[in-house]
């Protein structure tokens, strides 16, 4: 199942890129597409799990059908929204600088199933202004009222996303992420970043695969290891005290 990432500071255009990818799929592929779009966690304090284990689960359980013979899957934000939006608009949950209300291993528990699928990156920017506009019309209530505040926090977004990628190119555990840049100012642009991305998603699945069946495993044990692994109150490692 080729994996896609859609990432990028809200306004940038990632849910239209998100249907152009679908769009494409379904016209050219013989696939079934699955979107997934995800939002703020919902968190539970009397829960036994930590408040990152609970956000990366929320992210991984719908995808416990996944299947990775069949089905194209486009991830509209995912496990990287945290890091980059908590420590500007949540601060007082965060517990690392780099990944906000998640650890590490929290972060990386998310991050390595996703380079274990093969899944490709897409980072969609626009100019700031840009993203100042489509926000006002839409009404995005997270940015300040106050016009040259929101531009403020838009490029705090932006910085945040920058380091966070900077460190996952530079982490090849187990190799490094990739992530493809797409700026979104017009129509023609979301169609040609979209062609892009699924080649490239496809490029990437295959290769997995192949490294896969190379090192002699069989369906069964590949799917295994592509199944999306939830934390449970057992996974004491990952629990932050």
């Known amino acids: ?12 255009g990632k849910s239209t890129l998100a249907d152009a990818i679908v769009d494409r799929v379904k016209n ?47 991830l509209d934000r995912f496990h990287w929204g945290e890091p980059v939006y908590a420590p500007i608009f949540r601060s007082h949950a965060c517990v690392e600088p780099l990944f906000g209300t998640l650890t590490h291993k929290e972060f990386m528990h998310a991050e390595n199933w996703l380079r274990t699928v093969g899944g490709y990156n897409a980072y969609c920017l626009a100019p700031t202004e840009t993203i100042v506009q489509r926000l006002e019309t839409r009404g995005e209530e997270l940015l ?37 840049r797409f700026v979104l100012e017009s129509p023609d642009d979301t169609r040609d970043a979209a062609n892009i991305i699924v080649d490239r998603a496809l490029d990437k699945y295959s290769e997995a695969m192949d490294n896969y069946e190379t090192a002699g495993m069989s369906s069964a044990e590949i799917k295994e290891i592509c199944k999306p692994v939830l934390f449970t109150p057992e996974d004491q490692d990952y629990i932050v005290e």
Request: aromatic fraction near 8%; proline fraction near 5%; glycine fraction near 6%.
């Open 144 to 180: 300040d009222n106050e016009h040259t505040k929101r531009l403020g926090q838009i490029k705090m977004l932006q910085e945040r996303y920058e380091t966070l990628i900077k460190y996952l190119t530079a982490d090849a555990r187990p190799q490094p992420a990739d992530v493809g």
């Open 28 to 74: 050219m592929y013989p696939f079934e597409t699955r979107l997934e779009h995800y939002g703020v966690p919902i968190y539970d304090h009397d829960s036994e799990l930590s408040i990152g284990q609970q956000a990366i689960n929320q992210l991984l359980e719908r995808l416990q059908d996944f299947d990775n013979n069949r089905d194209f899957l486009v």
């Open 1 to 12: 199942m080729p994996v896609v990432l859609i990432e990028g500071v809200d306004g940038t």
